[in-house]
Nanobody, 120 residues
Framework: QLLESGGGLVQAGGSLRLSCAASGRIFSSSVMAWFRQAPGKERDFLAAIRWSNGRTYYADAVKGRFTISKDNAENTVRLLLSSLKPEDTAVYYC???????????????WGQGTQVTVSS
């Protein structure tokens, strides 16, 4: 089970840190990722991290603004959102898979999502 937290309302230019806590062990073969989905749009890839070595992958649209990280001891993956824009408003989802796929179909486990709203 994956449980996201940390969403909320923030002004443009602000920052938020999202967390995704996994119940049970995350195997070293796992890849943890973050996606987001705005109303009426597809679920878009944001970032992924390999649990084994911490290698990270980012969508071009968020590279330099969003940072993914992991905490092995707490079985948690985080996403730091910086320089937020109103167009970043969406539900943000955590996912678990086995490869850093940029398409949501590549992931088998999902959290329930956390809402991020950026006001102008």
């Amino acid at each position: 089970q994956l449980l996201e937290s940390g969403g909320g309302l923030v002004q443009a230019g602000g920052s938020l840190r999202l967390s995704c806590a996994a119940s049970g062990r995350i195997f070293s073969s796992s890849v943890m990722a973050w996606f987001r989905q705005a109303p009426g749009k597809e679920r878009d890839f944001l970032a992924a991290i390999r649990w084994s070595n911490g290698r990270t992958y980012y969508a071009d649209a968020v590279k330099g603004r969003f940072t993914i990280s992991k905490d092995n001891a707490e079985n948690t993956v985080r996403l730091l959102l910086s320089s937020l824009k109103p167009e970043d408003t969406a539900v943000y989802y955590c996912a678990k898979g086995t490869s850093p796929d940029h398409h949501y179909s590549g992931y088998t486990k999902w959290g329930q999502g956390t809402q991020v709203t950026v006001s102008s």
